[in-house]
């Protein structure tokens, strides 16, 4: 075989090609694939060479009408490209306007997966130059529809999907994956898919997503990234039953099944990869983020987005928004709607740092943040029956019911929602809070946008236009007496790509809070005097790759100062090192 297509390749025409070994005018079926029957076994035989029809397969290197007439000569792509050759930017442009053609916005999701997977430059140059317009389309809100829909609108598989099928075997699961120099794993097992409760192993989508922006946003090479998903069953009756399910069809195993697989997956992942891969915990189910990120906190280099990421974010915007608001964050009082992973790691974050700038201790300094769970605020009268996590909220007070009630005797100047429960924020609670604040601020988290605890209109209308307000998914502006409000987007992607971009060229080792901390501070620092003007305490995405150059500066700086940097010496411009260790989507010549 190898002796025949090494004759081609140097001019020989299968024409000339000897009569034995063609079948019908045609190269010869050497291994027998095509005078098989359909139940005879054949092997499916590769080679791999990054010319002629394999590199217009191949996403990684495949750049369309935008191979130039030497490239087509030297790769053997005569006559498998029509005539035209068309820049990268022209290529773009044809995209953006095909992709603004759909109403659907699962259309325009699944219209830029198609993307990537055919050409991966061209989709990371749409989704660099074009952050604001389809960051909705690849993430949060759209990417939870997709989710749903996974087993009705899947092609071809992206990441690895590590059943209870695998057990004992995971390490070769991890074996197949082609890529050997892994930096960051996006991993999730489906219970809690945004505020869509368990979707199994349809929230492939998810690490998927994040990955897509750990590259756009913050620049990690797309070969570094692996998305993985853990399939230990689903309770979601409606997968169950529904024939396009592409996950194990059982319920969720539990207890020490599910332990041992998790233990498994993060002893191959550092056996495989090293101490240095980041691996991400997303949309775990409360029980099992908390134990994870415990467990493997002192032993990997592992981050919870919806604990660690969500806090970052929103304490970033808190901060900046004592700008517009006047006072230092102890003096501010904090009122949470949800008591699960993201509003227990936003609240302890906000402890810290609260506790950092005063040099009080952290235990004084939770007592200006209280909490509502689906049973009322927390207070100590309710400890025993309290989960661990929601012990350390339990303060002195008489119990109170309802939202509307914690806020008139809380009287917060700080209104939080991570509940994953829409429109919680009435019209009654959003009035009483603004009755006692100048200017109350509002940050309703819960994604996607139909869980969204008040839509930013309403926080405007309901406080004459006086709320500070920030929502996990989008919101456009809003026009209240004259006056246009933009809604800012307390959205993770803000840090976790530059959280991990600092991770990487510090080559930590372990995440700390206080590199938490640290890019909070690097977020806020990026809200500049006329993004406060229009309200907005977090600055526009169309910066984004400059926030998460300082971002990752800043963390990776912690690290060095904690020591738990590895790469070494430490650089001296961390800001430089950051920017030039960004992949750019820009198409590369190929000789």
Avoid at 309 to 314: D, E, K, L, P, R
Wanted: glycine fraction near 8%; proline fraction near 5%; aromatic fraction near 8%.
């Amino acid at each position: 075989m190898e002796s025949t297509l090494k004759d081609i390749r140097d001019g020989a025409s299968v024409l000339e090609l000897d009569p034995k070994s063609t079948v019908d005018g045609g190269v010869e079926d050497v291994y027998g694939e095509d005078r098989a029957t359909e139940d005879q076994l054949v092997t499916p035989w590769t080679f791999s060479v990054a010319s002629g029809y394999s590199l217009l397969r191949d996403p990684q290197y495949n750049k369309g009408l935008a191979f130039t007439l030497k490239e087509r000569e030297t790769h053997y792509l005569r006559g498998l490209l029509p005539p035209a050759v068309i820049t990268q930017e022209l290529q773009e442009r044809k995209l953006m306007n095909n992709i603004r053609q759909y109403q659907v916005p699962l259309q325009k999701y699944m219209a830029m997966m198609e993307l990537q997977e055919r050409n991966e430059r061209l989709f990371y140059k749409l989704l660099v130059d074009n952050v604001e317009e389809l960051l909705p389309v690849v993430y949060t809100p759209t990417v939870g529809e997709a989710c749903q829909k996974y087993g009705s609108i899947f092609k071809r598989p992206q990441g690895l999907y590590i059943s209870l099928n695998e057990k004992g075997k995971i390490l070769e699961v991890l074996k197949n994956w082609p890529e050997r120099s892994i930096q960051v794993i996006v991993v999730t097992d489906g219970e809690r898919i945004l505020g869509l409760g368990d979707l199994g192993c349809q929230g492939m989508g998810i690490p998927v997503g994040k990955l897509s922006l750990y590259t756009a946003l913050g620049g990690i090479r797309p070969s570094a990234c692996l998305p993985v998903t853990i399939d230990v069953g689903t309770n979601n009756e409606e997968l169950l039953k529904d024939e396009f399910y592409i996950g194990l069809r059982q319920r969720r195993a539990t207890g020490q099944e599910y332990a041992d697989l998790l233990h498994e997956f993060m002893s191959a992942v550092k056996q495989n990869y090293g101490e240095k891969v980041l691996v991400q915990f997303e949309d775990f189910a409360n029980h099992n983020a908390f134990e994870l990120l415990s467990k493997y906190g002192t032993t990997h280099l592992v981050f919870n987005d919806d604990i660690q990421g969500t806090a970052s974010v929103v304490l970033a915007g808190v901060v900046a928004a004592l700008k517009l608001v006047g006072g230092t964050l102890a003096e501010h009082r904090f009122l949470f709607l949800g008591a699960g992973e993201a509003g227990t790691g936003i609240a302890e974050l906000i402890a810290l740092e609260i506790s950092k700038q005063t040099k009080t201790g952290v235990e004084e300094t939770r007592k200006k943040i209280w909490l509502v769970d689906s049973k009322g605020l927390i207070v100590s009268s309710r400890k025993d029956s309290l989960q661990h996590f929601k012990k350390p909220w339990a303060h002195e007070h008489e119990p109170v019911n309802t939202l509307l009630d914690a806020v008139k005797a809380i009287k917060p100047t700080v209104l939080i929602g991570s509940s994953g429960v829409g429109k919680t924020f009435t019209k009654e609670v959003v009035e009483a809070i603004a009755s006692f604040n100048e200017k109350p601020i509002i940050l309703a988290l819960s994604n996607p946008t139909s869980q969204s605890e008040c839509t930013a209109e309403e926080a405007y209308t309901w406080s004459k236009g006086r709320a500070i307000f920030a929502s996990g998914s989008p919101f456009d502006p809003v026009e209240y007496n004259g006056k246009v409000y933009v809604p800012g987007q307390a959205n993770n992607a803000y840090i976790f790509p530059g959280f991990g971009m600092g991770l990487v060229i510090s080559g930590a080792i372990r995440v700390h809070d206080d590199m938490l901390l640290a890019a909070s501070e690097a977020l806020a620092g990026q809200v500049t005097k006329e993004n406060f003007d229009k309200g907005l305490i977090y600055p526009p995405f169309s910066n984004i790759r400059k926030i998460s150059a300082h971002i990752a500066a800043n963390v990776a700086a912690k690290a060095y100062e904690l020591g738990l940097a590895t790469r070494l010496p430490r650089p001296e411009n961390l800001l430089k090192c950051a920017e030039s260790s960004m992949y750019t989507p820009a198409y590369r010549t190929y000789r």
